[in-house]
Each structure stands twice: as C-alpha cells, then as structure tokens.
C-alpha cells in the first residue's frame, strides 16, 4: 500500500506563551499515537512538531489513505455447552452474543460454530471482521481525541466561526483554520472540528508575510512555504536555535566581553513569543546601575522579556537585547520605543529602592505582626519568633556564643523586607533586598547573607547558603514550615503542594548532607519544640521518602536505597558512605548468600511468641549461655561472630561502614552450615530461646550499617 506524509495544523490566535511548548508536543504526540493505533502510522514514522505564537501543527511520515482490514477471533465457548441437541443457540450462546454485540445480519462478525479445536474440545468462535478505516475518519477520531487531551489549563468560550452568533466553541484560544494535507490532498473530514472545515490555506506573519494566505502545495512544502512566504519560522526548537545565535552575535558586536543572561525559561517565553525574531540592542542610562542589579535584571527580563548583558565578571552593564517580532529597515524606532518603555520601569525600581532605604530594615518587624501567615498558624511575626527559636537551638549545637548571636540577628531580619516597596513589587526579590537593606544598615555581611541565603535552595540544582549563620537560618526556616504544616494536617497529598514542603524537605537533606552536618534528624524535630510524636513520625516518613527518591535519581538501585533507609539513619552525612558500602559489599560473592540468610533471620524472629518475642521488642540484649550451645554448627557460629563482631564494631564506630560490613563475608559458611544442621524451633524452650538469641546477636551484627535482607532477590 503506498504511502504519503500527513501535515495537520490548527492555526489560532495567540497562544499562552508558558504553555506553548509543551501544547506543540502534546498536539504531536497525541495525534500520531491514535493515527498509530488505528494503523494507519508505521511504528518507526518520523513525527515532527511545529509550534508558533499562532499555531500547532505536526508532520507525519508515511501515512496510508486506510488501514488493513483486520480479523479478531474471540473464543466464546464448547459447542456442546453454547448448542442444544437440536443444534440450536442455547441462553448461555445468546447472551454471550448478546455481550459481544452480534446479531445475526451483521456482516462485520461471523459465527463460526465449528471454529477452534482447543485440546481436543470443538469450541464455537465470533470472527470479529475490522474493514479499512479511511484516513479522513481515522484523522477525525485522533483529532477529536488530540484537542481534548491538550493540557490546557483554562478554555475560552466563543463564538463558533461556523455558527450564526448563537453558537459556542471552546478552546484555549480562538481558532481560525485547520489544514490536513495528505500529499498534496486534502483530508475532507465528516465533521467540523471546532466549527472548522478542512483546506489548505494558512496564515503566514501578521505585518510581513509576502502573500496571505499561505496556499499549501502539499504536506512537505509547510516549513519552507511558511518560512519564504510566511515570513514565519514554524518549528519551536529552529526558532530558539535562531534566538540564541542571534543574541550571541548581537553581544559579540557590543563588544568588551559582555554576554547575554542565561535564562532558559526566558528564551522558551520569547520563543513563544515571536513568529520571526529579530535582536536588537538597546541601552539605558549608566545611573540606574546604583539600584542593586537583581532588581533591573528582575524588571527587564520579567516585564519586558529582554535579555540583559553582564560584563566578564557577571556585573550588569547599561545595555540590553531586545527579541522584536518585526524586521523594519530602520529599527531605531523599535529600539527607542523598548528604551523609553525600559526608563519607566527603572525610574519605577530606583523609587522603590530610595524609599526603602529611608527606613532602617528592623523597623518593619513590629509590622510583620499585622501580616497574616496562616489561620491555624498565626502572623509572620508569630512565625519569625519560631524560626528564631529554633535557628537559635541549631547555632548552639554548631558553634559558641557568637554563632547563635548572628543566627539570632539573621532570623529576626529574615522576613523583614516583605514589607518593603520593592519586594511588594517584585515578591522573587525577597531575601536579596533584605540583604542589600541590611547591609546598607551596617549589618555584618555574614548575618546580611543569612537573610537573603534563608530561602535556599529554591529549587533542584540551585545554591546551598553560603555561610554558617546562613545554614542555622535556613534549615530553621524549612524546619518550621514543614513541623508546623505537618502539624495542622496540611501534608502533601497527590500532586498538590501548595506550602511547597517537599521542596523544603530536599532543602533540609541536601543542607544536612552536603554541608557535612553532624545533626541528627530528631535532634533537629525536637529543636522546634512545636512538634508532636504523631507529627515526628509522619514528617520521618516524608523526609526519607523525599531522600529515597533523590538518590534513585543519582543512580543508586532501590534495593540500595531500602537496604540504608530502612535502618532510619538519623545522622543524614552517613547515608552517602553507607550506600558506598552496600554497595561494595554486594559486589562480593558472598553477598547473596548473606543476604538470604539475613532475610531467613528476620523472618524466624519475627514469628516468635511469647515473652522472647516481647523482650526482643524492648530492645534487649540477650547473653548467649555458652554451656547450651550442644550443635557442633551453633557453636561454630557463636565462635565466628565473637571474633568478627568487635573488629566490625570498631569499624562501625570508626565510620569505615566498607570495611564494617565487608567483614560479614567470614559469615557465609557458618551460618550457612548453621541452617542446614540445627534446628531453631526445637520442641525445648530453654534451646529454642538460646538459638534465638544467636540469631539475634547475628541479626545485630549483620544490619548495623545497612539491613541486607533488602538485597536478597
């Protein structure tokens, strides 16, 4: 059967520029996986995404005008069971039949009575007939399917362009045309998809298009078509590569070095944006350079989406890159038109920073009082009062009298700046302007950091506080987020966070790890002196599932993972240096073996009854009586382990857990010979409980960096 390539676009009004990227991928995805399921797709067809301000469209390689026919046999049941004695259907066929939608003129199914041989027994089969599916109603359903799996988060109602006012449709924005090229065929489909009919024309570039509309010739002609006619790059990743380099160029022609910010969220955005780009370079005035660069940077690229240019030390410089969606003659019109929009904004900033200053920081604390944090959890002065308890409590374990006097200072200043004209009109700015304020107070810069460095990490990959004052804050900050919210029953459920608490548990783990804090997780539940036992306890279970699923992602294995984790280390700097030692011990051959025997362990101990089962519970050590080891394999066992366990001791205490664990390997062949000749569960108590209790000793032994059970296969 010959094939085509199959071009779909929607052409829309402007599309929500966050979202584009991700509604292009979808719009292709979702359309070649249907046009795939209906068989109408190779399996290994090339599917290319196209997604511009006003338009997603997708190009599929080598598509068929219908599917193959196809035949289903479907087993319905023994003749003698669905055929009475006068080879007629009984109730049982008839219901089956009934189920599988057959009746008896229906030429898409046909009753087979004699169909199957299935081990000797003739069973009456249904031979399901699929005729081909042409494209058009194959495109309908996948279309249909497409639109409504787009991730829109808001539709807009309208009305329906084939309508006569009265008439609604809905979508993300108002659609205008819809192209579906076969070749050079149009697919005429049955239906109007949002109230659109099927052609071939399109619309190129709203002021430069050299002819509009754009005709088609064909499928394979789009991009090219789009891009010469259109004035319009159509592929969202052509666009962005374009971008780049322009910008590239635009700085290298400046000159001195300098260099555009890397913001990739901000190239997505003015990709987005733009159908043909064009940079430009503008500049403001030197002056503005007073004002703390985070504040310009923050206003050119959040309300303007302009690209600011950093000298070779990373300072902002008085220039900046303009992405215009035009690409007049003369740009120095669109350039003075993005300056004088630019020198507002600016005036705007500096006003905001002179006013500030005119205050000293701590004046705004009282106020935070007025400032509502949460119901059940009282004001933001409320909340700086905790946070400050609790830094304070860190400080004093960390370092002397000074640290937990600059921990104090940094936590009451933290939130400070929340009220201040700057960070009510840019709120990203919160802890930087607190810094630049506190600073321009006379405050030490070890504490001034604190306050902008308390909210780190803000996200996967960013920076860890810079200081030690900066830490105390930091990790009491998290700390009374995720004890208060836990307390008040505001966990995590599903796929909402709205007090972003899983991500101030990875800032917590990442700051106690990577920072090399010897500060035990429930020293530091306690240290808030807010949280309750069932608080401690749900708020454990969600720090370590934070923590497990943040070393599969550095490649650790589950069974690694469970086999550290389910120990519950409260010291978090271990858990590095144990998974090394796991590791390292499952690489020995005599690992699997260990660890089968250490699950055999557990699961013995764990069906003991009565007041060994209890004591055990209570976490006693039970002394082994020597004189009752009677089996040659026991005392052999017993013998090994006083031998080995003190030298993995001294090691464990050393915290060489590698060599600790690796040392187990001299346990194989005892407690395997252990478990082939003794029996634990002997009929004699007073035997029974002594075995138990080597097993106990060997349990102890076996998981004190890791429990390895969790290896066994």
């Known amino acids: 059967m010959t094939t085509k390539n199959l071009l779909v676009e929607l052409l829309v009004e402007e599309l929500p520029p966050k979202s584009l990227r991700k509604l292009g991928d979808s719009f292709a995805e979702t359309l070649a996986a249907s046009l795939k399921s209906q068989g109408l797709v190779a399996s290994d067809a090339v599917v290319t ?53 057959y009746w008896f003129d229906d030429h898409t199914m046909e009753l087979d009575i004699d169909g199957i041989d299935e081990k000797g027994v003739i069973c009456i089969a249904l031979i399901k007939k699929e005729p081909p599916l042409p494209l058009a109603v194959a495109l309908q359903l996948a279309l249909g399917i497409t639109l409504v799996k787009l991730p829109i988060a808001k539709v807009m109602t309208y009305p329906d362009p084939s309508g006569d006012g009265w008439d609604t449709a809905a979508f993300v924005r108002p659609a205008h045309r819809l192209v579906a090229l076969h070749g050079a065929e149009v697919v005429s489909l049955r239906e109007r998809q949002l109230g659109l009919t099927v052609g071939r024309e399109t619309q190129g570039h709203r002021f430069e298009a050299s002819v509009n509309p754009v005709v088609l010739k064909d499928a394979d002609s789009y991009a090219q078509q789009l891009e010469s006619e259109g004035a319009v790059i159509p592929s969202f990743e052509k666009r962005r590569t374009e971008i780049t380099r322009q910008l590239a160029e635009a700085a290298a022609k400046v000159g001195g070095g300098v260099r555009p910010i890397e913001d990739d969220a901000l190239l997505d955005e003015v990709t987005a944006l733009v159908e043909r780009p064009n940079v430009l370079v503008g500049k403001f005035d030197a002056a503005f350079l007073e004002v703390p660069q985070e504040c310009l940077i923050l206003t050119m690229k959040a309300n303007q989406k302009y690209f600011p240019l950093l000298d070779a030390n990373g300072k902002l410089t008085n220039r900046f890159l303009i992405v215009s969606n035009i690409r007049p003659a003369d740009a120095s019109l669109v350039i003075s038109g993005n300056e004088r929009v630019l020198r507002a904004r600016l005036a ?173 997780l429930d020293w530091l539940f306690h240290a808030t002196r807010l949280a309750d036992a069932r608080t401690i306890t749900a708020l454990s279970d969600f720090i370590y599932d934070r923590l497990a699923g943040g070393l599969r992602e550095q490649g650790y294995s589950a069974q690694e993972v469970d086999a550290v984790l389910s120990l519950r280390p409260q010291l978090l700097i271990e858990v590095p240096k144990r998974l090394a030692a796991v590791r390292a011990f499952a690489a020995l051959p005599e690992a699997a073996s260990l660890a089968a025997a250490n699950k055999r362990v557990g699961n013995i101990l764990k069906k003991v009854e009565g007041d060994f089962t209890l004591r055990q519970a209570q976490g006693e050590r039970f002394e082994i009586d020597t004189a009752l080891l009677q089996e040659p394999a026991e005392q052999t066992l017993h013998q090994v382990l006083s031998q080995i366990v003190p030298k993995a001791e001294t090691a464990f205490a050393a915290g060489d857990y590698t060599a600790s664990l690796q040392m187990l390997a001299a346990l194989k062949e005892p407690v395997d010979i252990f478990f082939d000749k003794v029996m634990v569960n002997t009929d004699d108590a007073t035997l029974r409980a002594n075995r138990l209790a080597l097993l106990l000793q060997l349990q102890h032994a076996m998981n004190r960096v890791a429990d390895i059970s969790k290896l066994a296969t």
């Open 49 to 101: 995404t196209y997604a511009s301000p006003r338009r997603l469209a997708v190009h599929i390689t080598d598509v068929t005008s219908q599917s193959p026919a196809k035949e289903a046999i479907v087993r319905l049941m023994p003749k003698k069971v669905g055929l009475n004695e006068f080879g007629e259907k009984t109730d049982a066929l008839k219901k089956r039949l009934d189920k599988e939608g």
């Open 348 to 520: 705007d900033a500096r006003f905001f920073f002179d006013q500030d200053r005119k205050k000293p920081l701590d004046s705004h604390i009282l106020d935070l009082a007025k400032v509502v944090y949460h119901n059940k959890l009282g004001s933001q002065g409320e909340r700086v009062q905790r946070v400050q308890s609790i830094a304070i409590n860190i400080a004093a374990k960390l370092g002397g009298e000074e640290l937990v006097r600059q921990a104090e200072q940094a936590a009451l200043l933290a939130k400070a700046d929340l009220l201040t004209n700057m960070v009510g009109e840019f709120p990203e700015l919160q802890g930087i302007m607190g810094r630049h304020y506190a600073q321009h107070d006379g405050v030490s810069d070890e504490v001034a950091y604190a306050i902008e460095d308390h909210y780190k990490p803000r996200f996967a990959g960013d920076e860890l506080p810079r200081n030690i004052v900066g830490i105390c804050v930091a990790l009491a900050d998290k700390l009374e987020t995720l004890v208060g919210m836990f307390g008040i029953g505001q966990a995590p459920t599903g796929d909402k966070d709205p007090f972003a608490l899983r991500r101030h548990a990875l800032g917590v783990i990442r700051i106690l790890i990577e920072r090399d804090l010897p500060l035990r």
